[in-house]
């Protein structure tokens, strides 16, 4: 090699490798079979080894890792999804994999070593990933085969919304095409689901046979769907509703869930580029906490729909004050509900009594009292502004203790 840089990294090999498999059973708890598994030990050992001598034997010319070089990085990945790693657990492994190897370089170089450092490094990038794709390749495969489906389509959906880069062979894993974007759907269902065969996976289950798309239950009272947004994959799909725009979809995906899970529900949605979901994700979660309950959900909210109740609920003295306007109002007949119809109904009276099945006198009555009740004139801008958040805020059921 005749590198000052190569021959430190190879003089260093057996120790570095001793270390990369040292961090990972002290930082990976799926990884701690090293501590007392001697042949799984030796495995992982060899194969660090391995990684590394191949690396100056092909990085010095700029060589690529063979198809041969790939399929043995591939088979390291079935061999650990043998021994149950999750894809969590991989992620750790690639991640401080790729961590190591760039800190032994940098250590191993001297002032000297420019060119050879930037070739090395070069090479890494380069090969780096493909070796990661060849060994999440691997471990997703084993993982198929020993993995319920519903399982896999959690980890593709919890790898999109952590904004992971293995999320599209993950997605090639489960048979779905990566998009370029989603829609992050999220159906707040609070209290526990009704009963349903097999709980909440069973309820995923049955939703994954009529929406191909990625779909999880990460929380207690929170169903999460990704509906591709990109026009290339709006189509993609094998099952009805071929050929729906992403907003179809989605208002498909939800009616179903509400359905499923028996119970009413609040739905939010916020779209964005992969890579970049977790802040649509955590938008669309703030959206559904602020979105109404409905027993069946009659679209995806979106954060157009509820900026007033969002601002409102990051204030504590103007929740409070709204909060007392809510109890005050419940105190008359169906008040609150009127209000809601009233709204509904940009504020149209003979459309508004009708809908409620009321005479639109009473209808007068009861708008009357909410002026008594409160000294706020629900058919005034100051009203609408006031009473259709009080409203809204209390259909998100935010004030139900």
């Known amino acids: 090699?005749?590198?000052?840089?190569?021959?430190?990294?190879?003089?260093?090999?057996?120790?570095?490798?001793?270390?990369?498999?040292?961090?990972?059973?002290?930082?990976?708890?799926?990884?701690?079979?090293?501590?007392?598994?001697?042949?799984?030990?030796?495995?992982?050992?060899?194969?660090?080894?391995?990684?590394?001598?191949?690396?100056?034997?092909?990085?010095?010319?700029?060589?690529?890792l063979t198809q041969e070089d790939l399929d043995h990085i591939a088979s390291m990945g079935?061999?650990?999804?043998?021994?149950?790693?999750?894809?969590?657990?991989?992620?750790?492994?690639?991640?401080?994999h790729t961590n190591l190897m760039l800190r032994e370089i940098q250590e191993a170089a001297?002032?000297?070593?420019?060119?050879?450092?930037?070739?090395?490094?070069?090479?890494?990038?380069?090969?780096?990933?493909?070796?990661?794709?060849?060994?999440?390749?691997?471990?997703a495969a084993e993982q198929k085969r020993r993995l319920p489906f519903v399982a896999r389509v959690r980890a593709l959906t919890t790898a999109l919304l952590a904004d992971d880069t293995l999320a599209p062979g993950l997605a090639r894993a489960v048979g779905m095409s990566p998009a370029a974007s989603y829609e992050v759907v999220?159906?707040?269902?609070?209290?526990?689901?009704?009963?349903?065969?097999?709980?909440?996976?069973?309820?995923?289950?049955?939703?994954l046979t009529h929406h191909r798309m990625p779909i999880a239950w990460p929380r207690a009272e929170e169903l999460v769907a990704l509906v591709p947004a990109d026009q290339d994959h709006a189509s993609d799909t094998a099952r009805p509703g071929r050929g729906w725009p992403a907003r179809d979809r989605a208002l498909a995906f939800v009616r179903d869930a509400g359905e499923a899970v028996a119970r009413p529900c609040a739905v939010g949605s916020s779209t964005g580029r992969v890579r970049a979901l977790a802040d649509a994700y955590a938008r669309a979660r703030r959206i559904s906490l602020a979105a109404p309950l409905q027993p069946v959900p009659?679209?995806?909210?979106?954060?157009?729909?509820?900026?007033?109740?969002?601002?409102?609920?990051?204030?504590?003295?103007?929740?409070?004050?709204?909060?007392?306007?809510?109890?005050?109002?419940?105190?008359?007949?169906?008040?609150?509900?009127?209000?809601?119809?009233?709204?509904?109904?940009?504020?149209?009276?003979?459309n508004t009594a009708a809908a409620l099945n009321i005479h639109p006198r009473t209808l007068d009555y009861r708008l009357q009292r909410v002026r008594r009740l409160t000294d706020?004139?629900?058919?005034?801008?100051?009203?609408?502004?006031?009473?259709?958040?009080?409203?809204?805020?209390?259909?998100?059921?935010?004030?139900t203790a």
């Open 1 to 64: 090699m005749g590198s000052h840089l190569f021959a430190e990294l190879a003089r260093r090999t057996l120790d570095d490798a001793h270390h990369e498999v040292e961090v990972y059973g002290q930082q990976i708890p799926e990884y701690r079979f090293v501590e007392h598994d001697g042949r799984r030990r030796a495995e992982a050992l060899d194969y660090a080894v391995w990684l590394r001598r191949r690396t100056l034997e092909l990085a010095p010319e700029g060589a690529p």
């Open 78 to 96: 079935a061999s650990r999804a043998r021994t149950g790693m999750s894809a969590a657990s991989r992620r750790r492994v690639l991640g401080l």
């Open 110 to 139: 001297g002032p000297e070593n420019t060119d050879e450092l930037m070739r090395v490094m070069v090479w890494f990038t380069a090969q780096g990933t493909r070796g990661i794709d060849a060994y999440t390749r691997g471990h």
């Open 186 to 207: 999220v159906v707040r269902v609070p209290g526990r689901p009704a009963p349903a065969a097999g709980g909440r996976e069973g309820i995923v289950e049955a939703l």
């Open 298 to 350: 009659r679209r995806p909210h979106t954060l157009a729909d509820v900026f007033v109740e969002l601002a409102v609920a990051e204030d504590r003295d103007i929740d409070t004050w709204l909060s007392g306007m809510a109890r005050t109002l419940a105190r008359g007949p169906e008040l609150l509900a009127t209000l809601e119809t009233y709204y509904a109904h940009d504020m149209h009276r003979r």
């Open 376 to 399: 706020v004139d629900p058919g005034s801008a100051r009203g609408v502004r006031i009473l259709s958040t009080v409203v809204a805020r209390a259909a998100s059921g935010a004030w």
